[in-house]
């Protein structure tokens, strides 16, 4: 076997390697084409892409789920906990741990409705999470009235902007954060109870797993994470606006593909997540510095999430092929070598 | 897929002496592997035949009706037809219906949200015309054909098949199967399954009747007695090779049982040293031994067996257990944890990601708290103790799960539920599929565990494995009619028990709770309701609303969220989600205020190749099998992007023509009205014709249009083209009420499109069109805004609102639901 061949039966199995070569090209082509790249402006990309890592490790545990489980309110969840952060903090560091508690609050019930939505009530996740995030939007538009300043906490701004010898601290919470998920996922039993979920609904409530605590969690998280990212993000920004949320639905959603996790559940991979983000932040910066309008930026994003799709699509589609093929063969009674007819 | 109807079988029916081949299969053989599924089978059908095709389960009998049906090619072997040899690698189900073999599935393929009469049109499309009235020639034959199959059957053909009996649905199958022109040979797979004695006997007479007149049978049952009463010929598989084969006359069912009869390798029998402790582990009471007449205690070390014709309780008995009913007066009781062995490997076993060593080593997890570590090391030593029992080789720990062989597969599972270490297993029906090796390992470990002092309830579809038990469990219709133990089991007293019962099982569907029925019909009338009663509220707040410039004020603005909804419910009846659908109305919407305002050829040009886009964005979701909710949301940028590209800003103008369409007034009726009552009869007539109809289809049943011979790419690409269609429309009215263009102003409709259509009764599984509805929900969304206004609320609360509106009618529909769908 020689190393190609090697390297792309690896590279099946960690599938993260491929957004991690993306950001590696697209690094390097940057570099090379314009002089203005730089370290520091590789740490400003990192600045950014933590917010997106945030949202997009919670998706991840919804998506890993199965069953096409997405989780659509992140946005609304992140424009509401920034607005909840400012009502609650009030610019103040004595109030961070009420604003931090909120946030977690707000993650929390928002989680527990979607869970009770989609495992209590059997409704599609798309709906469910759908529908909170136009209850959330109202919730939104009230605490916008009701917010008397942009007045951020201080130890919250060092938080989302600050950085330690260079490196945002935000990245370094953000990569924390995905470590301990990639230990979750690879060594506790809820990430194994997790990717037997998403793998097989039947086969894990066969196997006494408790598909409905595991599936409830990963809303569960997934709120949670986003409210804790729409807090930082409000500190980033210095206060919060409608909307502001709305770009890490479906940059969210592309992260967590892009990175290798599956769209039909089962494997996860939260160091895919993180590069994914990188690339998809560097992707963005490309385009403003390239000079593209705004609306190709979007354009480009949208096919890039639909190519990728369309190439996961079959990996998965001769998957499936030889899952069928293996179905055949368990149909039928295996050769003994000849017929034995007992005599009466 | 061809339907013609060259020659009248029953005008060609003379009867020669020597009679006609019809298809004729030769030294069949076809290996998954290293089983053997066929080997060397032949079969010859001539015209006139009735072949009954018997067999235990896995001996043979799909797999070679699949090939003869072109479903599947043989590994070896030939076919012809009437002398003419057929190469296998041009042969397929559409070359296999051209030359007229039909098969009635067990499964049945019939679209349960369409019609009789619809059904029998998937089969023969090529008679259907696009006017008013094209049903009327498939109404006339759904009755004749099932008339000359089922006298006084009573079906109407323009019930929906979904409300039909199971036996009335498989009674349309093979009617529809029967009448099909040109059809020769029929294959049957247990058809009179869920068929009374009535039905069943008649349809044995229509068979020998159109049987004399040339066509030809093969007729697949497990009861035996039908085989040897309809049958001219019996062939008998077993193993995968023919048995028998001979004259009906020549045998008996005794004589059949025998033929198909268990391995002949023996079993080990259970050493019935370690009998029942005395303590009850499962207690069985209540409906399901109501036959018996008394409970059934099963305790600790037994090995209990269940039997029965297959789909007679014996899974659901087994799944009760796993989860037993937490009611006081449930039928069964169980008081330790129950660890559970799947038969079916692909959908109830195996996680297809994971290595062998994952997938055993699952059983313990799942027991252990979610935060606990997992350790390799100690997943490995447990699973490595377990596999050694089983004699599975450790090595294999690393592959993955599928490239093991079906054998070896099964040990894994057993293994994961020897690792979980319960003291009740349940299998079901372990060894279907297995090689015989595995099957002697499988049975020194069943009597080891009992020995070692757990219980075994044991499902298995191979009588001869039902030696190995201590007491057997004799299941028919659902119930448990028989109690064998110790001696008294043997092959003939289980085929006994289960056939014997057989006359008792009658048909049980139908049932439906009145009482969920009307809360549904209340659920479904919720968008009407839900229109009059915020009409009502807003015009007793203001009279002038119900002038018609009033009407027209509050509804205009309502037609393009109706477009929209028309748009989305033709993805959503295909079950599926367009989260890009408002997008590409303001795309639209830019395009048509834009270029077509300055330059309308290029405007319509881009406006056609915008909607070819969309409709190719369907056909790319269909053929790369990818989630259309992501594929959708994607595309939404792509729509976005497009449009803030072609106008950053709101502007534009829209042309006068366009503005003069949505601008006219009949002076009695408020336009908007008149508008709104048109699309949703457009929407209408594209679901009534044949189109809508194969639509539908696709929606409810794709493996049935499949076998049907549809193409599931080419209606993908139709249904987002319709669709596609809509949304223009909708961009278009955006720009004409407008007057202008701003590429949000499509966007909030995405969402209200999804609420309305599910508001309007559309399932969100698909295959259900109901324009009036969804448009009344998407008129009553619409006027939400409005009616908050009308009663001093902020409209901070519309979104709230129409969020809780979609929250509360999901959860009316799921608490009314069938619940059949689940799981």
């Known amino acids: 076997?020689?190393?190609?061949?090697?390297?792309?039966?690896?590279?099946q199995k960690n599938r993260w390697v491929w957004s991690a070569?993306?950001?590696?090209?697209?690094?390097?082509?940057?570099?090379?084409?314009?002089?203005?790249?730089?370290?520091?402006?590789?740490?400003?990309?990192?600045?950014?892409?933590?917010?997106?890592?945030?949202?997009?490790?919670?998706?991840m545990f919804v998506v890993t789920t199965g069953r096409g489980n997405i989780d659509l309110s992140v946005a609304s969840v992140i424009t509401l906990s920034a607005f909840v952060a400012l009502l609650t903090i009030k610019g103040q560091d004595a109030n961070l741990a009420i604003g931090v508690g909120a946030a977690i609050l707000l993650g929390l019930a928002v989680g527990a409705l979607n869970s009770l939505l989609v495992v209590g009530l059997n409704i599609p996740a798309i709906i469910a999470t759908l529908a909170t995030g136009y209850v959330l939007a109202t919730a939104t538009l009230l605490s916008n009235r009701a917010i008397s300043g942009f007045a951020v906490s201080p130890l919250l701004k060092t938080l989302a902007t600050g950085r330690v010898s260079g490196v945002p601290i935000m990245a370094v919470i953000a990569i924390a954060g995905v470590a301990v998920t990639a230990f979750v996922l690879r060594y506790t039993v809820f990430g194994q109870l997790l990717s037997a979920v998403g793998q097989n609904r039947t086969a894990a409530r066969?196997?006494?797993?408790?598909?409905?605590?595991?599936?409830?969690?990963?809303?569960?998280?997934?709120?949670?994470?986003?409210?804790?990212?729409?807090?930082?993000?409000?500190?980033?920004?210095?206060?919060?606006?409608?909307e502001m949320g709305q770009p890490y639905l479906l940059q969210s959603i592309a992260a967590v593909v892009l990175g290798g996790t599956l769209i039909f559940g089962g494997s996860a991979s939260a160091v895919g997540t993180l590069f994914a983000s990188i690339l998809l932040i560097l992707i963005v910066t490309t385009m403003q510095i390239v000079g593209l309008p705004p609306g190709a930026q979007d354009i480009v994003q949208g096919i890039v999430v639909i190519f990728v799709l369309a190439l996961a699509g079959r990996q998965v589609l001769s998957r499936r092929a030889a899952v069928n093929g293996a179905g055949d063969a368990d149909a039928v009674k295996p050769e003994t070598g000849g017929i034995a007819i007992r005599p009466e | 897929m061809s339907h013609l109807a060259v020659a009248d079988p029953e005008g060609a029916a003379t009867m020669p002496a020597v009679r006609p081949d019809v298809v004729s299969l030769a030294k069949i053989t076809k290996s998954f592997g290293p089983t053997l599924a066929n080997a060397e089978i032949d079969l010859a059908v001539s015209s006139g035949d009735i072949i009954g095709l018997v067999g235990g389960n896995g001996a043979g009998k799909s797999t070679l009706m699949r090939i003869l049906c072109g479903a599947t090619s043989p590994t070896l072997g030939s076919i012809s037809f009437a002398g003419q040899s057929v190469n296998f690698v041009d042969y397929d189900t559409a070359e296999a219906q051209r030359r007229g073999i039909r098969m009635v599935h067990q499964e049945l393929s019939l679209c349960a949200n369409l019609s009789v009469a619809e059904n029998f049109f998937l089969e023969t499309p090529g008679d259907a015309v696009n006017r008013p009235g094209w049903r009327a020639l498939y109404r006339a034959r759904a009755r004749a054909a099932l008339d000359a199959v089922f006298p006084a059957n009573g079906i109407d053909v323009n019930a929906e098949v979904g409300h039909l009996s199971i036996a009335e649905r498989q009674m349309v199958e093979i009617a529809r199967a029967a009448a099909t022109p040109g059809v020769k040979l029929i294959v049957l797979d247990e058809p009179t399954s869920s068929l009374d004695l009535d039905r069943s006997r008649q349809l044995r007479t229509f068979i020998r009747e159109r049987a004399r007149s040339g066509l030809a049978f093969i007729f697949i049952s497990h009861k035996l007695q039908e085989i040897i009463d309809i049958a001219t010929q019996v062939m008998v598989l077993r193993n995968g090779r023919a048995a028998w084969r001979g004259d009906a006359a020549d045998t008996s069912i005794g004589r059949l049982v025998q033929l198909m009869g268990g391995d002949a390798n023996s079993i080990h029998q259970h050493s019935a040293a370690t009998q029942s402790s005395g303590e009850t582990l499962v207690k069985l009471s209540g409906f399901l031994t109501a036959g018996l007449g008394h409970d059934i205690a099963i305790g600790r070390g037994e090995i209990i067996g269940l039997a029965g014709l297959e789909g007679s309780g014996q899974k659901e008995l087994l799944h009760a257990i796993f989860e037993p009913d937490t009611a006081r007066d449930a039928a069964v009781a169980r008081s330790v944890d129950a660890g559970f062995i799947a038969g079916d490997r692909q959908k109830e076993g195996v996680f297809p990601l994971w290595s062998v060593l994952g997938n055993i080593s699952i059983g313990s997890l799942a027991r252990r708290p979610a935060l606990g570590l997992v350790s390799e090391r100690a997943n490995r030593d447990t699973a490595a103790d377990a596999a050694g029992r089983l004699r599975l080789d450790d090595k294999r720990f690393g592959s993955n799960i599928l490239e093991l062989s079906g054998g070896n597969q099964q040990k894994a599972l057993v293994a994961r539920a020897l690792v979980a270490d319960t003291p009740i297993l349940l299998l079901d029906d372990p060894t279907r599929g297995v090689d015989i090796a595995t099957k002697q390992d499988f049975y020194r470990l069943c009597n080891d565990i009992a020995r070692g002092g757990r219980t075994l309830v044991w499902h298995t579809t191979e009588d001869a494995e039902l030696l190995a038990c201590d007491r057997v469990l004799v299941f028919s219709g659902g119930r448990i009619v028989k109690e064998l133990s110790g001696e008294a089991i043997t092959e003939s007293a289980v085929v006994g028990a289960s056939f014997a019962q057989q006359a008792d099982a009658g048909v049980g569907s139908g049932h439906r709770a009145s009482g969920v029925g009307l809360a549904r019909r209340l659920v479904n009338a919720a968008p009407f309701i839900g229109l009059a009663a915020v009409l009502a509220v807003m015009i007793s707040a203001n009279p002038a609303v119900a002038s018609i410039f009033g009407l027209d004020l509050l509804l205009m603005p309502a037609l393009s969220l109706v477009l929209v909804t028309a748009a989305q419910m033709f993805i959503v009846g295909g079950s599926e989600i367009d989260l890009g659908v408002g997008a590409f109305a303001g795309l639209v919407s830019v395009l048509s205020a834009t270029l077509l305002y300055d330059q309308p050829w290029l405007g319509a040009l881009a406006l056609a190749a915008a909607v070819a886009a969309y409709a190719g964005l369907g056909g790319l979701i269909q053929a790369r099998k990818i989630p259309a909710i992501v594929v959708t949301l994607g595309a939404s940028f792509i729509w976005m992007g497009l449009g803030y590209a072609l106008q950053p800003t709101p502007g534009g103008a829209s042309p006068e023509w366009l503005s003069a369409m949505f601008n006219?007034?009949?002076?009695?009726?408020?336009?908007?009205?008149?508008?709104?009552?048109?699309?949703?009869?457009?929407?209408?007539?594209?679901?009534?014709?044949?189109?809508?109809?194969?639509?539908?289809?696709?929606?409810?049943?794709?493996?049935?249009?499949?076998?049907?011979?549809?193409?599931?790419?080419?209606?993908a690409l139709v249904r987002y083209l319709v669709a596609g269609l809509f949304a223009a429309a909708a961009g278009l009215s955006l720009t004409a009420i407008n007057t202008a263009s701003d590429i949000n102003s499509g966007s909030s409709f995405t969402l209200l499109s999804v609420a309305a259509v599910v508001m309007g009764g559309c399932s969100l599984l698909g295959g259900?069109?109901?324009?009036?509805?969804?448009?009344?929900?998407?008129?009553?969304?619409?006027?939400?805004?409005a009616l908050l206004g009308t009663l001093n609320v902020s409209s901070d609360f519309n979104a709230a609102t129409q969020g809780l509106v979609l929250i509360a009618l999901l959860t009316l529909r799921s608490l009314t639901a069938d619940r059949r769908s689940e799981q």
């Open chain 1, 206 to 242: 066969l196997a006494a797993i408790r598909n409905n605590r595991v599936i409830a969690s990963a809303f569960i998280i997934s709120s949670v994470l986003a409210s804790l990212n729409g807090l930082l993000l409000g500190a980033y920004i210095g206060g919060a606006f409608l």
């Open chain 1, 1 to 11: 076997m020689n190393g190609a061949a090697a390297f792309s039966l690896w590279a």
């Open chain 2, 664 to 715: 006219w007034s009949l002076g009695f009726l408020p336009t908007s009205i008149i508008l709104i009552a048109a699309v949703a009869l457009v929407v209408f007539v594209i679901d009534r014709l044949p189109l809508g109809v194969v639509l539908r289809g696709f929606g409810n049943n794709p493996t049935a249009m499949i076998r049907s011979g549809w193409s599931p790419t080419r209606y």
């Open chain 2, 768 to 785: 259900v069109i109901s324009p009036v509805g969804a448009i009344a929900g998407a008129v009553t969304l619409s006027l939400i805004g």
């Open chain 1, 21 to 59: 070569i993306g950001v590696l090209v697209l690094w390097l082509v940057l570099s090379v084409v314009t002089n203005r790249f730089s370290l520091s402006s590789l740490s400003g990309i990192m600045l950014s892409a933590s917010f997106l890592t945030v949202v997009g490790i919670g998706q």
